[in-house]
């Protein structure tokens, strides 16, 4: 082995861990939010954890990318800790299709078919096929699914070029003499992690020793405690990942960490004592592709089985481990770890939109009540209402910026585009929510009322924006255009309502029925009440056509819209439901 074959094992790794890192982002980009959504629904128990750790490792072919969106979950307060225990084994579990798919490498066989599972026969045409579907589709689905393929066939590749630099060891005495020093099962543990926590991919780590075993020269003896300690080496990631986290978040990592080492310590011991009572036969038999994927497996799945009852006890060691408790911050937020997952990051802020706008809602409603009745304490937290919807809209902007900047799919660039409208609209709600709250303070300082026929209509008014507020937020949380429809024409009943209350209103004025003083507070609230419904009406049209970007073709559709009869139809409905007295 010369200098050049070490150059191409530096390419070959190189070619590995390109392929596997488009590869991955690739399915994730295809998963979005979904991951996300799973994991927050379906980790009620252990066992339903480790399910879907697996999956979602199987799908996005990376442990570390799972870890380390645990990681980001927790630090935002979406997951506790308990709920991430079952996910981190099953990763665990998951990360070793990988192995079995490397050792399609060592396929030795004259049949036809049996060839062409080897990577290096099958790798080009997955190749040829992603490159096709990359350049030749315009749908930005099937391109991610040519960079799944492009990636996995350059995969194949860096392995192929791996195997190749490392074939003349088998010729070489000085390698059989340097691999005598790794039959002491401690030090290969230790290499196996150093190896895996440089390179920061426990697959491209199996890789390497995959390519190595398919000289001869590579001894189950030798392999098996190497394998033990790549899983340790895959905590580096998560290590690197809970810097700068709350204390929740390095939990997580330590569960993790604590996870893999107590796994490889049982293992060893295990290995090591039932090597001195049984004299394994195997261990100076040459181990292939298959047996390091198998020793693999058997060592993930028996450990994963030996601690899943453990589960409370880990958690348990994780909060002893990170004693001192966080202070409650006002209101979990989103973590920037989540980035390295955009899709999981749009889900979140898809959420916290929604928190958004039930907190707009609930603010407005609060400010109506006070125009009947009026509540001096109820005017701080209204205050401090709009203060966290401001943060709100400062930060998820921000946030929902940065996503952009990363590789989205269509859906949640389309989310993400129905999001960034949405927050301002919210804001805005919350904004007109102190200024009624300030009508009616001015009302129940100075002693004024309205007439009775004004405060008729102001409760008819009032119950329509109730009803268009639920109906907004609702079709918005629920991402509902069927329900949205029926927003639009509210609106529009609205604003007649209030042209109507405002001439009724000038008449009062005419006749010495009303005060000028009374007519200005009169005008604030039905500025105010009108331009909400403005605002749900802007939350709704995002909600029916999201993909519309440019203003001037949300406002085609909307006119398309309201020149629809379905349109009218409603709109008559809400006139003779919400009609004047």
């Known amino acids: 082995m010369d200098i050049f074959s070490l150059f191409t094992l530096c390419g070959g790794l190189a070619f590995f861990l390109y392929g596997m890192t488009t590869m991955s982002k690739s399915l994730e980009k295809m998963a979005g939010g979904r991951l996300e959504r799973l994991l927050k629904r379906m980790t009620s128990n252990p066992m339903k954890g480790l399910l879907l750790g697996a999956g979602i490792t199987i799908a996005v072919q990376s442990s ?210 039932g090597d001195l009572l049984f004299h394994f036969p195997f261990m100076d ?8 994927a198998l020793c693999h497996t058997v060592f993930n799945i028996g450990t994963t089985a030996l601690l899943l009852p453990f589960s409370r006890q880990l958690e348990w060691l994780a909060r002893a481990a990170v004693k001192e408790e966080d ?32 907190l707009a809602q609930k603010s407005l409603l609060a400010s109506l009540g006070q125009l009947s009745k009026y509540n001096g304490n109820l005017e701080a937290e209204l205050l401090e209402n709009e203060d966290k919807l401001d943060v709100y809209e400062d930060r998820l902007s921000g946030y929902l910026v940065q996503i952009s900047q990363h590789g989205l799919s269509m859906e949640d660039i389309h989310t993400v585009s129905r999001l960034l409208h949405a927050i301002g609209d919210f804001e805005r709600i919350g904004d007109h929510a102190l200024n009624i709250q300030e009508s009616a303070r001015e009302l129940h300082e100075k002693g004024l009322s309205f007439s009775g026929a004004a405060e008729a209509e102001l409760q008819v008014l009032e119950q329509a924006l109730e009803d268009i507020l639920t109906a907004a937020v609702g079709c918005f949380q629920a991402d509902d255009p069927a329900a949205a429809k029926l927003v639009e024409p509210l609106e529009e009943t609205i604003d007649r309502l209030t042209d109507e209350i405002r001439a009724r209103h000038i008449h009062r004025l005419q006749s010495g ?46 006119h398309d819209f309201k020149a629809a009869g379905e349109f009218t139809e409603s709109l008559d409905k809400d006139l003779r439901k919400y009609k004047l007295p």
């Open 327 to 358: 202070k409650t911050p006002q209101f979990a937020f989103l973590d920037p770890l989540l980035l390295r997952t955009p899709g999981a990051a749009v889900s979140e802020c898809a959420s916290m939109t929604c928190e958004m706008g039930t």
């Open 285 to 292: 038999s040459a181990v292939g592709a298959v047996g390091v």
């Open 513 to 558: 029925e009303c005060t000028i003083q009374l007519g200005f507070i009169l005008n604030d609230l039905l500025t105010n009440l009108e331009r909400v419904s403005d605002h749900c009406s802007n939350i709704a049209v995002c909600v029916m056509e999201e993909r519309e970007d440019h203003a001037e073709q949300r406002h085609a559709f909307l």
């Open 64 to 273: 570390s990318a799972v870890t380390v969106m645990l990681v980001g979950l927790v630090n935002s307060g979406v997951m506790e800790l308990g709920q991430t225990i079952g996910v981190i084994m099953g990763s665990n579990v998951g990360t070793t299709l990988t192995a079995w798919i490397l050792s399609l490498t060592g396929i030795e066989s004259e049949s036809v078919l049996l060839n062409l599972l080897k990577p290096e026969n099958f790798a080009p045409l997955f190749a040829l096929a992603g490159i096709l579907l990359i350049m030749g589709s315009k749908r930005q689905r099937r391109r991610d699914i040519g960079r799944i393929l492009i990636g996995f066939a350059i995969l194949m590749s860096g392995m192929e070029m791996m195997k190749d630099s490392v074939s003349p060891l088998a010729d070489m005495p000085g390698f059989s003499d340097l691999l005598t020093a790794f039959r002491n099962p401690l030090l290969g543990v230790a290499v196996g992690a150093a190896f895996t926590g440089v390179i920061q991919s426990s697959a491209a780590s199996v890789g390497i020793l995959q390519a190595l075993a398919l000289t001869g020269s590579i001894t189950y003896g030798v392999a098996i405690p190497i394998i033990m300690g790549q899983n340790i080496g895959t905590c580096v990631t998560a290590l690197i990942s809970s810097i700068g986290v709350s204390r929740g978040a390095k939990r997580v990592s330590v569960i993790h960490i604590a996870f893999n080492i107590i796994g490889t310590a049982i293992g060893l011991i295990v290995f090591c004592g």
